[in-house]
């Protein structure tokens, strides 16, 4: 089961926590991640409603603005790019949870492999490891070094191989 804090951590930096407190957005989006059914859901279809998810709280809660004011003070304006790469970070919340089989491997690496998704990539990398050769991990991390910036990575991925 997902939390709605745990969606709160993803989105706090993105969203700043007034807006978060102000809506409902984090318990919408763990209830829908919570329900996701590993066996039969798509994992293409929980990315889209979780993107569009983002998306509809945040225009609606900004009344069409989409200004927040960070923790930090400043007041930005969130872009269509932001929105995917935020819904792309809370979309591992879900993916971690994924059964560790072999059937489930080949499903996520077909979605990572058709999707612009870093947390499909670290959920290969992280989650699935044991699934991969030294040399697909290897590629996996130079893929997410070269397409995404070092913040949405750093975390999880070293600087070097």
């Known amino acids: 089961?997902?939390?709605?804090?745990?969606?709160?951590?993803?989105?706090?930096?993105?969203?700043?926590?007034?807006f978060i407190a102000g809506c409902d957005i984090c318990e919408r989006a763990a209830?829908?991640?919570?329900?996701?059914?590993?066996?039969?859901?798509?994992?293409e279809g929980l990315a889209a409603?979780?993107?569009a998810l983002v998306f509809r709280t945040l225009r609606s809660g900004t009344r069409?603005?989409?200004?927040?004011?960070?923790?930090?003070?400043?007041?930005?304006?969130?872009?269509?790019d932001d929105v995917d790469q935020m819904a792309?970070?809370?979309?591992?919340?879900?993916?971690?949870?994924?059964?560790?089989?072999?059937w489930q491997y080949a499903r996520l690496r077909q979605f990572a492999m058709t999707h612009?998704?870093?947390s499909a990539l670290r959920a290969l990398y992280v989650d699935f490891t044991s699934f991969q050769t030294e040399d697909e991990?290897?590629?996996?991390?130079?893929?997410?070094r070269s397409c995404h910036p070092p913040y949405r990575w750093r975390g999880w991925l070293g600087e070097q191989d």
């Open 64 to 80: 069409g603005d989409m200004r927040v004011l960070l923790d930090d003070g400043r007041v930005i304006r969130v872009r269509l």
């Open 1 to 18: 089961m997902i939390r709605a804090d745990a969606v709160a951590a993803v989105l706090r930096p993105w969203l700043g926590a007034a």
């Open 49 to 51: 409603d979780l993107n």
């Open 116 to 118: 612009e998704s870093l």
């Open 31 to 43: 209830v829908l991640m919570s329900g996701f059914d590993s066996a039969n859901g798509s994992l």
């Open 88 to 102: 792309d970070e809370a979309l591992y919340l879900a993916l971690r949870c994924l059964p560790r089989s072999a």
């Open 137 to 144: 991990l290897r590629l996996i991390a130079r893929t997410a």
